[in-house]
Nanobody
Framework: QVQLVESGGGLVQAGGSLRLSCEASSSIFRLSDVGWYRQAPGKERESVAGITWSGSTNYVDSVKGRFTISRDNAKRTVYLQMSSLKPEDTAVYYC?????????WGRGTQVTVSS
C-alpha cells in the first residue's frame, strides 16, 4: 500500500501563489506517473496536471502558463507550483500515483482563492 500526503494548501488572494507537495511513502514512486486533480464544490473531479515517471508533463488548458508540475525522486515528492491564482482555482487538490494498473490517492489539501 502506498500512502500519499498532500500539503501546502491554504487561503490566498487572487493573483497570489501557492506550492503544493505530494509525498509518497514508497520507493515505487520513481517508477510511477503522478497527477494533480481538483474538485470544487458541486463539480466533478478534474485533472489539473500530470508528470510521468520520465518527466513528461501535461496540463489542463485552464492552468497552462500558470501552474508547473515537477518531481524530486530522491524526496519521493511531486510539486505543483501555482501562480496567478484565480477564484475559480478554489478546490480540494488531490494527487494520484499510478503504478501499472493500480492508482493511489491522497486525502487532498484545500486551496481557497479570494477575490
Amino acid at each position: 500500500q502506498v500512502q500519499l500526503v498532500e500539503s501546502g494548501g491554504g487561503l490566498v488572494q487572487a493573483g497570489g501563489s501557492l506550492r503544493l507537495s505530494c509525498e509518497a511513502s514508497s520507493s515505487i514512486f520513481r517508477l510511477s506517473d503522478v497527477g494533480w486533480y481538483r474538485q470544487a464544490p458541486g463539480k466533478e473531479r478534474e485533472s489539473v496536471a500530470g508528470i510521468t515517471w520520465s518527466g513528461s508533463t501535461n496540463y489542463v488548458d485552464s492552468v497552462k502558463g500558470r501552474f508547473t508540475i515537477s518531481r524530486d525522486n530522491a524526496k519521493r515528492t511531486v510539486y505543483l507550483q501555482m501562480s496567478s491564482l484565480k477564484p475559480e482555482d478554489t478546490a480540494v487538490y488531490y494527487c494520484k500515483l499510478s503504478y501499472g494498473v493500480t492508482n493511489y490517492w491522497g486525502r487532498g489539501t484545500q486551496v481557497t482563492v479570494s477575490s
